[in-house]
């Protein structure tokens, strides 16, 4: 028994549960053993007050608007990382020497290729086929050409490397699957360009048009991938360790992350966002119809960037982002209409009661899409981009999953609301 409890009672009955603490102070009540000792499960549809796990990857406390990964402030690590000194942050738990970055950075660059024969699977995706989609059947197929190195001697060395890979490789499909749908000729990796500039030259590099990488647009990459890199345990994050908690392999568990994450309620929303300003855009900026939408419970309009599960003052996410787009835009010269739109529904939002009382504030991706289309990425490419800043937090956390003693298969319980047991009607008497 811990050294504090908590104590419940149930009917006639009082039952002692132990309180777990984590290092942030945070507190739980251990309710494992009530099953066993009472008969009774806890309910909690959409997991708003349960912990699956104890886990040492991200901190956040969402009423004092605190990100940390591995104790490190969000804010330190989106102004002074590179996307792959935190992807080795998260993986490893601790920030990388120089060495070890080298070392990291030329794993990455050895990985980058995909094998030839998976390059044919992109010619039989429909022209109009999701990227996401395209992604994750892609990533699921890379366990065929690439199984687990779990032969290695160390399994740890063998995770880190399968980790590399995906990592390395996610960008070269993304890249791919641009360029197919566009009906362009595929550019290759280059040893010689960064993580984020490899991407963007595979993206934009043309026989005719030579792109230059341009370190404005890299460094808000990297920031762009940090932000999203890990957030505890989201959607697509619970759901990677929910299939992988069944013993399936690291790319199938991170192919599910993926499906999960192409929800307008979560990494969609990127794209979302886009769509309801160009609406609005075109609508003659006429924001009381969205805002009314949005307030009316009978529509199932939303804003799209607003509102989040956890932080209810302020997403610090967004706070970075909101300023990288304003220094994105002026860098690159670009005026988009949308920016001063998303603006103005901001300020709407935040003067208005309905938002205001239920703590709804522009969440990461209410700015990041307008980056995102200063850059020249098509926009139903963005959540693709949040996959793969979100992919070092995903394999985190299944690693961490794998080596937890404590770790079960996900299964939760239910009440059962439909019919009683009832005696069997055979086919000649259902009339
Ligand atoms: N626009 C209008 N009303 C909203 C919104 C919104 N964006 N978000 C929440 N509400 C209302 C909701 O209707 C409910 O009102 P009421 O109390 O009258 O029934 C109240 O606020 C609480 O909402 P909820 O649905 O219970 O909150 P939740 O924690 O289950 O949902 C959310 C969180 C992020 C899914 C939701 O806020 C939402 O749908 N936002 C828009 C989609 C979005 O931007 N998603 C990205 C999230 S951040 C990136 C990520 O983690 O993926």
Redesign the pocket.
Known sequence: MSERNATLIVEDATYTLPIIEGSEKEKAIDVRSLLKDSGHITLDS?FMNTGACQSNITFLDGKKGILNYRGYPIEELAERCSFVEVAYLLLHGELPNRQELNEFRALLARYALLHEDMIHFFDHFPPNASPMSILSTMINVLCNYYPEMTAQPDPYEAFIATAARLMSKIRTIAAFSYKKSIGHPLVYPRADLSYCGNFLNMMFDRPVIPYVVQPEVVATLNKLLILHAD?EQ??STSTVRMVGSAGVNLYASISAGISALWG????G?NQ?VIEMLEAIHRDNNDFGKYIAK??D?NDPF????????VYKTF?PRAAIIKKACHQTLAALNVDDPLLDIALKLEEIARNDDYFIS?N?YP???FYSGIIYRAMRIPTNMFPVMFALGRLPGWMSHWHEMMQDPDTKIGRPRQIYTGPAQRPFVPLHERE
């Open positions: 959409g957030h989201n959607c307008p309620l979560h990494g929303a979302a949005a307030k419970r939303r804003l799209s960037g607003f509102g989040h599960r997403d239920r709804l969440n990461v991706d």
